[in-house]
């Protein structure tokens, strides 16, 4: 029901006391590594967002994504405008938001911690936003049972919240949010308090939800299993920077740079010290004494961008690596049976390196200290700058 756009938004938290004496032991924590993050302190203050640039469509469900401290919270919250932006404008349908207050927004937000009111019924919860637009009791009654319905929370609707489970309260949550039918649905890590099962059930939910009501959804999560099965789009953040914005796919086959492949995907991609080679205009990559040519698709990008022969960080996923007669030599230290899969966890090259290996196609069983070796093909390889990082490819 809207388009959002942020430009140049730029978030900086002005230091508190004396702010001399805070920028030292600020640049101080930055020099000594105590620092969780790695945000950059100005004259003004912290920055905890930089350069945010986002035009985000009608109908469109974006997720911000990122480990804590990456700026993805504070970016919703000056969406909504319970943070002031620093610098940069924010549009919704083409309006300036800057300085309109968040009740003027068209917008409405589900927090974390559910923010219910514990005196309230859930039917009362769900009227409450209605009641404050004075709207007729009727249709208050109307819009609420019909977002009860959506969520599949008409049996609930004369308890309380303390009557309830962290599951059917987030419902709860959610339909408070919907009855209002905004413009713009935000949702800050709205499953981070429901245990694993909860969640997936959830995650099932917002996905059908989105399909049932016709709004724009920004959604910010650290989990990104979360990000890869709810987003049309991913935005993925660090330090206050956005580093990738893509469909799931994209960022999975195509990351950018080392922190993207790192981020996305579980387990966590393989990294290696490896070399980048051409010859007669045939890239490989060299590991351990095994030479791999990368796939015509990733050859063309290298030759257009004429990338030199260089020592490179080589991605490989676990899922992409495979145990064969001949390749990388290896040994098992740990082995997790996953059920249709098998975890190995092994020593190569000085790394800890995970293969994944399909139950159906296990020949034996691999205990602590045997040698193995496993080779990948080269479509499945991701290329990395040892200078800055970046993806070779692009």
Request: hydrophobic content about 40%; glycine content about 6%.
């Amino acid at each position: 029901m809207a388009t959002v756009e942020l430009k140049d938004i730029v978030k900086i938290y002005p230091f508190a006391g004396d702010s001399k004496k805070e920028k030292k032991r600020n640049k101080k924590k930055e020099v000594t590594g105590h620092k969780t993050t790695h945000l950059q302190v100005t004259d003004k203050g912290v920055i905890a967002v930089q350069a945010f640039n986002l035009d985000i469509a009608d109908k469109e469900f974006i997720v911000l994504v990122g480990p804590s401290g990456c700026g993805k919270s504070t970016t919703l919250r000056m969406v909504a405008g319970l943070e002031e932006i620093s610098e940069g404008e924010l549009y919704i349908d083409g309006n300036l938001m800057n300085d309109v207050a968040p009740k003027d927004r068209d917008i409405a937000m589900v927090f974390q911690s559910y923010a219910l009111y514990p005196h309230m019924t859930v039917k009362e919860n769900l009227a409450f936003p209605l009641k404050l637009k004075k709207m007729p009791q009727d249709e208050i009654d109307r819009k609420v049972n019909e977002a009860a319905e959506i969520l599949g929370i008409t049996e609930y609707l004369d308890r309380k919240p303390k009557a309830l489970s962290g599951g059917q309260r987030q419902r709860v949550a959610i339909g408070r949010a919907i009855v209002r039918e905004p413009k713009v649905l935000l949702m800050d890590e709205p499953l981070s308090n429901l245990d694993a099962k909860l969640r997936n059930q959830m995650r099932a939910e917002i996905i059908k939800l989105r399909k049932r009501i016709n709004t724009t959804f920004i959604y910010v999560t650290h989990d990104q299993t979360e990000a890869m099965t709810l987003g049309d789009r991913i935005v993925i953040m660090k330090d206050g920077y956005i580093q990738q914005i893509g469909t799931p796919q994209e960022v999975f086959n195509h990351p950018r740079n080392l922190f993207v492949a790192g981020f996305i995907g579980s387990p966590q991609m393989n990294f290696f010290d490896a070399r980048l080679v051409c010859e007669n205009k045939v890239y490989s990559v060299e590991l351990g004494g095994v030479r791999v040519p990368v796939s015509a698709e990733k050859n063309a990008r290298l030759l257009e961008k004429n990338v030199p022969e260089q020592n490179i960080t080589l991605g490989v996923r676990p899922e992409h690596t495979v145990i064969a007669d001949q390749g990388v030599k290896a040994q098992v230290d740990v082995s997790e049976m996953m059920g249709s899969s098998v975890h190995l966890h092994v020593s190569a090259e000085g790394k800890d390196v995970i293969i994944i290996v399909p139950t159906v196609t296990m020949t034996k069983e691999y205990g602590l200290g045997d040698d193995i070796h496993f080779t990948f093909d080269g479509n499945v390889v991701h290329l990395f700058s040892k200078e800055d990082e970046h993806n070779l490819e692009f």
